[in-house]
């Protein structure tokens, strides 16, 4: 997926006095270029009852280096073998260990089937201060045949040995409760080794079903 980067020649608007402001006859216009940032698809996991999926270098591919500077997983059609959490960790030393200490924060709106209840809430029992153990990215996954969840995470940089790497999350899912949840994730892995895989699961039972898929992007 490309994405589109707009050039400003020249824009002159002229009011005429009595009427709606209009472009002058000598603009130049504007011009649009289909130029710049892209994403590559580098690697799709596709989940049957697996307790984890992981994205690591394997023996003919390498999914995260210094090749680009962000990195995006999606997520399609989480789907839990029991009603629970979905969260990730990073690792530094190649996937032997998934324990990076991070902090974090967890926010989401939210709405019932029903609507008998909405708003937004912060929840403190699903952020990290200094923490080494998973980050939710979703809260209580509905395991109902019809419930599931999706969404997206960016990594920054993760290849990067100066500075700690930042991560912003967005998703949405059908919660146990039947309601609509949609929490915002964000926070940074707070190490300056490079993360060179990634590892996603749920808190209790498997990944009965569902996709998730990196891309980098330029």
């Known amino acids: ?18 009427k709606t402001v209009g472009f002058n006859s000598d ?8 130029s710049g940032g892209a994403m590559t698809f580098i690697k799709k996991l596709t ?14 591919s390498v999914v995260l280096d210094n ?14 073998s029991a009603d629970s959490h979905f969260g990730f960790n990073g690792s530094i ?9 991070k902090t974090t924060t967890y ?15 912060y929840y403190t029992d699903s952020d990290i201060a200094q923490g080494t153990g998973f ?26 040995t100066t500075f700690v790497k930042h991560f912003i999350a967005v998703t ?17 892995f707070n190490t300056t080794s490079a993360i060179d895989a990634v590892q996603f699961k749920m808190e209790s039972g498997n990944i009965d079903a569902g996709t998730i898929t990196l891309y980098g992007i330029n």
């Not at 603009?27 to 289909?34: H, N, R, S, V």
């Not at 989940?47 to 003919?60: E, H, P, W, Y």
């Not at 039947?178 to 964000?186: G, K, M, Q, T």
């Open 1 to 18: 997926m490309a994405l589109n980067k707009l050039k400003f020649n020249s824009l002159n608007v002229t009011p005429t006095a009595g």
């Open 27 to 34: 603009a130049d216009g504007l011009e649009a270029t289909f």
């Open 47 to 60: 989940a049957s009852s697996d307790s984890t999926l992981s994205f690591v270098d394997g023996s003919s």
């Open 67 to 80: 090749t680009y500077k962000e990195y995006m997983f999606t997520f399609k059609d989480i789907h839990g």
């Open 93 to 101: 030393d190649s996937g032997s260990n998934y324990n990076v200490t």
């Open 107 to 121: 926010f989401q709106a939210y709405h019932a089937e029903n609507a008998s209840d909405a708003g937004v809430s």
């Open 135 to 160: 980050q939710r990215l979703m809260r209580h996954i509905g395991a109902d045949n019809d419930q599931s969840g999706a969404g997206y995470l960016h990594l920054f940089n993760p290849s990067d």
């Open 172 to 188: 949405n899912m059908s919660n146990k409760d039947d309601l609509s949840y949609n929490p915002y994730v964000a926070g940074y």
